[in-house]
């Protein structure tokens, strides 16, 4: 008869007497996972007592396990990784890889490939004395020339089951153990994705996973991937320190799903994770690339020092971003290249690169942001490059960098680290649609252009039509750097409506200009 909970000891547990299992502090994912393994066809409990547990290879929950902990005092911590150059080239169409030394490696094992020209994730499907032979034929070729070198690759825990609970765990990523990257190079496709290597990998279509109150910390790659899951992820009061990629990101992924809680404190760390090639996706904090779904729900998290974005959000629909803490992140405190309904309220918004941008490359809109608190951000306050039936509404944004609210068509302005301006990270060549039908009301707008006295506005419109500006509040503050305009409209604007804004005092050098064709 099946055991519906198993308790399983670290080598070093202070309480062994309460276990059904120890671990050795070798190899400690085979204990952990005959426990699992052991389970009723239905699930069941897999306990892991307060110690470290050393992880050579990820463990994978089995249907409706629930993997419980003792807070950060039940530790999953990976090993260094095997790793080995190449002894001899490996050519584009081959399966067979010659290593120095294939010690540490093992069949089933992901591993990457990485030179100075190129990354691949393959699997190993057997091993021959130093030979790796892999589970598919190599697109590239990989040469003893470019310092090629295979290393183990993989997450601590590997997800492909419904309804796994992981609950009250600490990861340890050990970042130093695991493959270095070189600044530039290109990503082959291969039989395993290539930023796999996260805390928490969910994939192949699992659904209802839940991850509650786990401490992530040190990871290679993500700290939580859900790719190509399914519906109802539940993702709550997790604490995600020293993230080498992504703190929580998913990928063609339909909701509904819940992201809340959560306490973020440093995406990006790892060198290179994403090639230098790749201008987008790297060290969010939250990043949700679902290219469509409906349904999320991102509220209550504390999101700070990311590489990129605290916030990032492409394709999501009918989704609620709110209540959230961002702070001190290198781009954009939250950024929307969205679909159409959504929100984003009630955001403290603090010291990020930029504020809110919303991008939208399709001729859609319809967002919402009402309530938001957005401040001292290096670039814009609120920013909105295309799309069409937006509210701003009852924001307070007060002593951005360079515009308060700036509406535009230029993709091009879109926010990114100082380095990257130039980019133009979007498509259609730097444009979006041209902004319209956009109401922008009740906001209080105080003391913009602080990155240069005299430059940039309250409020800027350019390239947008058919927009309500109403009952907003505009004054340029008492510090030494003040706004130019308190609210300009360009030339390239028509169809401006302007009822009951309070104007006064408001620019430097008038509080009003406009320059709108009708």
Request: proline letters at 3%.
């Amino acid at each position: 008869m099946a055991i519906q909970h198993i308790v399983v000891a670290a080598f070093d547990s202070s309480h062994k007497e309460k276990a059904d299992i120890i671990c050795d502090g070798m190899d400690d994912q085979i204990r952990i996972q005959e426990a699992m393994d052991a389970l009723p066809s239905g699930g069941g409990t897999v306990e892991l007592l307060e110690g470290t547990f050393h992880i050579a290879m990820s463990i994978k929950p089995t249907k409706g396990c629930r993997l419980i902990g003792s807070g950060a005092h039940s530790i999953l911590r990976l090993t260094d990784a095997p790793n080995s150059l190449l002894a001899a080239d490996a050519h584009s169409g081959q399966a067979d890889l010659e290593v120095a030394d294939a010690a540490g490696f093992r069949a089933g094992m992901p591993i990457t490939i990485v030179s100075s020209n190129f990354r691949i994730a393959m699997r190993i499907r057997s091993i021959t004395g130093n030979t790796l032979t892999l589970d598919g034929n190599l697109p590239e070729m990989f040469t003893v020339e470019s310092n090629a070198r295979v290393w183990a690759f993989f997450p601590v825990i590997d997800v492909t089951e419904d309804d796994v609970i992981i609950k009250d765990l600490a990861i340890y990523g050990n970042r130093a153990g695991r493959a270095v990257y070189p600044p530039a190079y290109s990503y082959c496709q291969g039989t395993v994705n290539v930023e796999s290597e996260s805390g928490i990998y969910i994939h192949d279509g699992a659904k209802a996973t839940v991850v509650d109150g786990c401490y992530i910390s040190n990871t290679q790659g993500e700290g939580i991937f859900l790719n190509g899951g399914g519906s109802n992820q539940r993702f709550v009061n997790n604490r995600l320190i020293d993230i080498g990629d992504k703190g929580i990101v998913t990928c063609d992924v339909s909701g509904p799903a819940l992201i809340s809680g959560n306490y973020i404190d440093g995406a990006g760390k790892t060198p290179n994770y994403v090639s230098l090639k790749d201008v987008w996706g790297w060290g969010d904090c939250i990043n949700l690339h679902p290219c469509s779904g409906d349904g999320w729900v991102v509220t209550n998290n504390i999101l700070k020092n990311a590489l990129r974005n605290g916030i990032r959000l492409t394709g999501v629909s009918k989704s609620v971003v709110s209540n959230n803490y961002v702070s001190d992140c290198k781009d954009c405190g939250i950024i929307a290249c969205v679909r159409d309904e959504n929100t984003i309220i009630g955001n403290s918004v603090f010291r990020n690169g930029a504020g809110i941008t919303l991008a939208f490359p399709w001729d859609v809109g319809s967002t919402t942001v009402v309530g938001n608190n957005i401040s001292e951000n290096k670039r814009n306050g609120i920013m909105v490059c295309g799309g069409k039936y937006v509210i701003i509404q009852g924001n307070s944004i007060s002593h951005n960098g360079e515009h308060g609210i700036f509406i535009t068509d230029k993709a091009y302005d879109i926010p990114v680290t100082e380095e990257r301006w130039p980019e133009k990270p979007i498509r259609g060549e730097g444009h979006c649609s041209p902004s319209n039908r956009i109401i922008v009301s009740n906001n209080a707008i105080i003391a913009s252009s602080q990155r240069a006295h005299n430059t940039y506005d309250n409020i800027f419109l350019r390239c947008s039509s058919d927009i309500l500006l109403e009952g907003n509040i505009c004054y340029k503050g008492e510090g030494s750097k003040k706004p130019r305009y308190g609210l300009n409209i360009a030339n390239t604007c028509s169809y401006i409506t302007m009822r009951d804004n309070v104007l006064e005092e408001s620019g430097e050098v008038d509080n009003l200009h406009n320059e709108a064709a009708d």
